[in-house]
């Protein structure tokens, strides 16, 4: 038994390593690739950086309105995905009864298994639909894909919601209300804010999960050049569509290196906002304790 748990130990640490080993490989390949493109001429071209972040010059050679296209697309799809995500996880951790929850259950589980095409596919008729409905007013754009980003990560908000308010223990759930505190009160200052570790855990597989995708906004409204959008209606550029793009058409080597270079941009991109996500619940749950 003992030579069995060793072995157990062994093969998971070694299991660990090579999963290591892939990651820093991967990221050093890029690195190593496209380390000779990273520059600001890479993000803002000819243009001075100044005149395209205060929007007087448009950007041409420059990666720029593909990465303000991307935060606007992850900015735009948390915030439709986060408060859905977080009110169905809460009703099927608090409210809803066996019958309902199994039922639910099996339905976001379906929509997690749902492939990306799908989804855009789903997108792109709801665009045409609404062309059609509205005589040409409305076609594949920002907001559309966004809403369709949404809905691919909604399953794992809810299901990282509900699961982390469901492994609380059985005495942070009665403290509040042997105290006098609704149910309700209980949910918004004790339960939620002590399981916002796995609801954030949630919503950065979620960020991550936006970021990257090209299936759903190919179909939805993404171009290979239109500069930085002007409105939730009007078609935008994104850093996965062009490393694509890039990947697929390049024509020499300089254009395969800024393929390279944006997809760094994109993981520093990621790093960021996992970053942020980490330090806002940081900061909630220092308040949350020093309210208790």
């Known amino acids: 038994m003992r ?5 157990v130990v062994h093969f998971s640490r070694l299991c660990g390593i090579i999963l290591l080993g892939a990651v820093l490989t991967v990221i050093g390949y890029l690195f190593v690739h496209g380390w000779s493109s990273l520059g600001l001429s890479l993000i803002f071209g000819a243009t001075p950086p100044l005149d395209a972040l205060l929007m007087k010059r448009h950007v041409f050679n420059g990666l720029f309105p593909a990465v303000a296209g991307t935060l606007s697309l992850v900015a735009l799809a948390i915030c439709w995905a986060v408060p859905m995500g977080m009110a169905a996880g809460i009703y099927l951790a608090e409210y809803a009864g066996p019958k309902i929850k199994a039922i639910l259950n099996l339905f976001f589980d379906i929509m997690a298994g749902l492939p990306s095409i799908v989804v ?9 639909f609404l062309n ?3 005589s040409g007013a409305i076609h594949p754009c920002l907001l559309i894909s966004s809403m369709a980003l949404a809905f691919l990560v909604l399953p794992y908000i809810t299901r990282t919601t509900q699961m982390a308010l469901e492994g609380l223990p059985l005495s942070a759930r009665m403290t509040a209300l042997s105290l006098g505190a609704s149910r309700l009160q209980n949910i918004v ?8 570790s796995g609801i954030v855990s949630g919503i950065i597989l979620a960020i991550g999960r936006c970021a990257e995708d090209t299936a759903v906004i190919m179909l939805t409204g993404v171009v290979a050049s239109t500069g930085v959008p ?3 209606l009007s078609h935008y550029e994104a850093l996965p569509f062009y490393i694509y793009y890039i990947s697929a058409q390049y024509t020499n080597s300089e254009e395969l290196a ?6 760094i941009i994109l993981l520093c ?3 960021v906002l996992f970053l942020l996500a980490f330090a806002i619940r940081k900061r909630i749950s220092y308040h949350a304790l020093y309210r208790a």
């Open 3 to 7: 030579v069995l748990e060793q072995a």
């Open 120 to 128: 855009g596919l789903f997108g792109f008729a709801v665009a045409v």
């Open 132 to 134: 059609r409905r509205f």
């Open 189 to 196: 200052r004790v339960l939620v804010p002590q399981s916002l």
């Open 230 to 232: 002007r409105s939730l």
């Open 258 to 263: 800024s393929g390279y270079g944006a997809a």
């Open 269 to 271: 991109i990621c790093l």
